[in-house]
């Protein structure tokens, strides 16, 4: 069973550009949670989407974005990007319609580099 | 504000001793706890969860303990392995935010052979 997959998994952009992250949730798992990993402020929650409906927002400006097609497929956009926005964005996926234990299965992640 | 934190940053533990990492949370409304955790290029892999009406609960070689009492939670290595050697993360999740989990900062475990 092939596990969460994330495109690209590098990818080089500069300063007011914007990029486009995808993510392919596990086989019938319906939830698709984002996460920004860096090294100074950990692991912050984007958003997740379940049936194409974002559920949860996390604290982040609206130049971050997300949305979940019918598939449970799912991409995060951010416009105008900034130095500051240089992370690993991981996508997680789970199979529970509502998390119990928060049991999540992440992706290896894309990381973005913004120069 | 974060959370839930981490007591130490790095952790180096010889090989076959036990380990022990802690976490600390300060959100008595939290509903359960994950530990994490994250190899080198990888994405964080679950270790074991404890729900917030349980004391303690046991994996394989891992051990959760839960004390809401202090607001800690720790989670415990038997016989540490190289393989254990990664970032660990402690997170917080609440049925009133059920889609959202809080992580602490990470310890690094460094095992010694």
């Known amino acids: 069973k092939a596990g969460v997959t994330q495109t690209p998994r590098y990818l080089i952009k500069t300063r007011g550009q914007q990029v486009t992250l995808s993510c392919s949730p596990i086989s019938g798992h319906r939830s698709v949670s984002w996460y920004q990993q860096t090294p100074g402020q950990g692991l912050q929650f984007l958003f997740e989407y379940f049936s194409e409906t974002q559920r949860n927002k996390g604290n982040f400006p609206g130049r971050f974005s997300g949305r979940q097609f019918s598939n449970s497929r799912s991409e995060m956009n951010v416009s105008t990007l900034e130095l500051g926005d240089s992370a690993l964005y991981l996508c997680?996926?789970?199979?529970?319609?509502?998390?119990?234990?928060?049991?999540?299965?992440f992706g290896e992640g894309s990381r973005l580099t913004v120069l | 504000g974060e959370s839930v934190g981490l007591h130490l940053p790095t952790l180096s533990v010889q090989e076959g001793d036990n380990s022990i990492i802690n976490c600390a949370y300060s959100?008595?409304?939290?509903?359960?706890f994950i530990w994490y955790k994250q190899e080198s290029g990888k994405g964080p892999q679950f270790i074991i969860d404890i729900r917030s009406n349980m004391d303690k609960r046991q994996g394989q070689r891992v051990t959760v303990l839960l004390n809401k009492t202090v607001k800690h939670l720790s989670l415990q290595i038997a016989a540490t392995q190289p393989g254990d050697s990664a970032v660990y993360f402690c997170a917080e999740g609440r049925r009133s935010n059920d889609y959202k989990l809080s992580f602490g900062a990470g310890t690094t475990v460094t095992v010694r052979a």
């Open positions: 959100n008595s409304a939290s509903d359960y």
């Open positions: 997680a996926s789970s199979l529970a319609a509502k998390t119990n234990t928060g049991e999540l299965f």
